[in-house]
């Protein structure tokens, strides 16, 4: 096969359903948005669905007041109020579960399938912050010198910004605004301007839930680092969480010095994903496809460059390539739809670019390598074989569906290769043999281990990156110590 190609898109698989897009609109008709503003557009039609606010970096700050004057009196609540409101809001979220996933789906993209899924894993997180705000997280020891005892405490570390991004526009919010309120924290929550809704309806159960109004305020802007300028060297913000690309993330790291900010980085991903000869070939392809196509490829934990061992390669490429060419591309709310549009035209270009480029380095293109005639980004699933380790497909983050294949031949081979950047967030192993399973988890330098399996998040699992992945974690008790200080007392004794 050759490229590039342009194929028909199938009007029906491209229009979506009808009444699941009215119900969309009619949630984003009551979110009271102002008719002028930063424009959204549904990425499967390239309609403009809604504008939301600009907010200047004075207007940033105004909000940032308004979260810390409403800070102090959270922090004293107690934490079985706290987790009682959260528990509210969880069960708010759950029962408009139809409106969110429609929602995500129209702002982003996803299939309404993923974006039900979403809503799950995103609501787990305000769940799990219920439960843990009342867990006690302080202790007490005598000094083992005796003569005094220390008291330790948990306190709140204080108004946290946080910045969300695109692919996940439920999930990353709640994921960092439940913990922060469970710890006692206010919030200025950031979403991205390409899929704002989400934050805005989730904030608005929260308001409905009786989380004070004042403590969660959205801010939405054109212009990302004024906003960061002002607001994370205002001497009143304490945390900043930042989900987003590594190269954001060093600047935001450069400014939170200033200030000697908390801050937690959830950055880019190269994840490796490894296939063993002795691997189960239909789990290995259903994992592949899982950790590949999930969100169309728009994950920051996909599997970036895949790895297959030199016995099993040629039937797992065949099966692979047969899978996602049976996957049709489409709108979200399309019958039957498993991969929907990429977020913007840039992504769709890069796509183009980085398939071309293998081709022309050597790679064989198995299925796919298409572009779509009509509205809408789309991009067919794609699978690349034999791509050279040089080529740039093969060692940048592509968040998009390309499967870019390369081949091994021995353990120590497989994972010295894996290991080969700069970045370290997900790792993913398909063997039949736990020993291997584990020897090669432990080999690898990421922050989360997929085995035999492509979907390894989730909220009760300590999240995160190592490298130039990230800082810190989300999700589980280590994300609520993430909004916490540690303090001691010590008391003297007779
Ligand atoms: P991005 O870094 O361009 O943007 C992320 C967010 O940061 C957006 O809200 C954006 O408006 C904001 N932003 C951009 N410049 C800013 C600035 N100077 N100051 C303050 N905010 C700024 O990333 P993206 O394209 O939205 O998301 C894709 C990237 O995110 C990928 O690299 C992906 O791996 C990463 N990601 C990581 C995780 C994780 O948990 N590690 C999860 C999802 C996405």
Not at 6 to 14: G, K, N
Not at 167 to 187: D, E, Q, S
Not at 343 to 371: P, S
Not at 420 to 442: I, S
Request: with cysteine; hydrophobic share 45%.
């Amino acid at each position: 096969m050759t490229s590039p190609l342009t194929v028909r898109q199938e009007s029906e698989l491209l229009a979506g359903s009808a009444s699941a897009i009215a119900l969309a609109d009619s949630v984003i008709a009551g979110l009271g948005l102002p008719a002028d503003g930063i424009p959204v557009h549904d990425p499967a039609t390239g309609q403009r669905i809604a504008s939301v606010p600009d907010v200047s970096a004075a207007g940033a700050v105004a909000e940032l007041a308004i979260a810390d004057a409403a800070g102090a009196a959270w922090a004293r609540t107690t934490a079985r109020h706290r987790a009682s409101l959260l528990s509210r809001w969880y069960e708010l979220i759950v029962e408009h579960t139809e409106e969110i996933a429609h929602l995500i789906t129209r702002e982003m993209g996803k299939t309404l399938a993923e974006a039900r899924g979403e809503v799950k894993y995103g609501s787990d997180f305000v769940r799990l912050y219920a439960e843990e705000a009342v867990r006690p997280g302080g202790g007490f020891r005598d000094v083992p010198d005796g003569g005094s005892s220390l008291l330790i405490k948990r306190s709140p570390v204080g108004l946290a910004v946080l910045i969300t991004p695109w692919n996940f526009p439920l999930a990353m919010a709640t994921r960092k605004i439940a913990p922060a309120l469970a710890a006692g924290c206010p919030v200025v929550v950031k979403p991205a301007t390409l899929t704002p809704l989400t934050t805005y309806f989730v904030v608005e159960l929260a308001r409905r839930a009786g989380i004070p109004a004042e403590l969660v305020r959205v801010v939405t802007t054109s212009n990302a680092g004024d906003f960061s300028d002002a607001v994370l060297r205002d001497p009143r913000t304490r945390k900043v969480s930042f989900t987003g690309s590594t190269p954001v993330g060093k600047q935001l790291l450069r400014i939170a010095s200033d200030g000697v900010l908390r801050t937690s980085m959830e950055l880019g991903g190269n994840g490796p994903l490894l296939v063993f000869d002795d691997a189960d070939l239909e789990r290995a392809v259903d994992g592949v496809f899982a950790a590949k196509l999930r969100n169309g490829g728009q994950s920051c934990i996909a599997a970036n460059r895949i790895y297959v061992q030199d016995g099993i390669a040629d039937a797992f490429v065949e099966a692979f390539a047969e899978r996602l060419s049976a996957s049709p591309v489409g709108n979200g709310f399309g019958e039957g739809v498993a991969v929907g549009p990429l977020i913007d035209e840039r992504a769709v270009r890069e796509m183009r670019a980085l398939t071309d480029e293998a081709i022309a380095d050597g790679a064989e293109l198995r299925t796919g390598g298409a572009t779509y005639e009509g509205p809408g980004q789309f991009f067919a699933p794609t699978v690349l074989d034999r791509v050279p380790a040089e080529s740039r497909v093969a060692n940048v983050e592509i968040f998009g569906p390309i499967a870019a294949i390369q081949r091994f031949s021995s353990e120590e081979e497989g994972i010295a290769r894996a290991n080969d950047t700069e970045f370290g967030l997900a790792g993913y192993v398909f063997t039949e043999n736990l020993d291997r399973a584990l020897n090669v988890a432990d080999a690898l330098e990421t922050g989360l281990v997929g085995i035999n399996q492509g979907v390894p998040s989730n909220a009760a699992a300590p999240f995160g990156g190592v490298k130039q992945s990230g800082l810190g974690r989300e999700g589980s008790a280590e994300g609520l110590e993430e909004y916490q200080n540690v303090r001691f007392y010590n008391v003297a004794r007779r």
